[in-house]
Nanobody, 125 residues
Framework: EVQLVESGGGSVQPGGSLRLSCVVS????????VVWFRQAPGKEREGVSC???????RNADSVKGRFAASRDIRKNTVFLEMNSLKTEDTAVYYC???????????????????WGKGTQVTVDS
């Protein structure tokens, strides 16, 4: 069974840091691109970071310089290190995956084959 399980969410003050994890099973990180999305109340789902099968990453402009995605192949885990958090980063964060055969934008949510259930990140003083 394919599963993506997020963890690491919580509450943090502005300027703080948080690390999210996404443990995947049922597929290989060498065959699927893993993408972090987030959705804040009242807003559309937004792509945050992509981890490609060649270990190259891509970040949305809104998080460049603050967030960094990475992966641990041996642990079948993808991470999202979040630094200098802002209140506008508050959202439910999801990891998702699409086949490496998909050549479109990694931030296209409709192209994802699998989704995790999400983890809440709250940035508030």
């Amino acid at each position: 069974e394919v599963q993506l399980v997020e963890s690491g969410g919580g509450s943090v003050q502005p300027g703080g840091s948080l690390r999210l994890s996404c443990v995947v099973s049922g597929f290989s990180l060498d065959e699927y691109v893993v993408v972090w999305f987030r959705q804040a109340p009242g807003k559309e789902r937004e792509g945050v970071s992509c981890v490609y099968t060649d270990d190259i990453t891509r970040n949305a402009d809104s998080v460049k310089g603050r967030f960094a995605a990475s992966r641990d192949i041996r642990k079948n885990t993808v991470f999202l290190e979040m630094n200098s958090l802002k209140t506008e980063d508050t959202a439910v964060y999801y990891c998702a995956a699409h086949s490496k055969l998909y050549l479109g934008s990694c931030f296209r949510s409709g192209a994802m084959a699998y989704w995790g259930k999400g983890t809440q990140v709250t940035v508030d003083s």
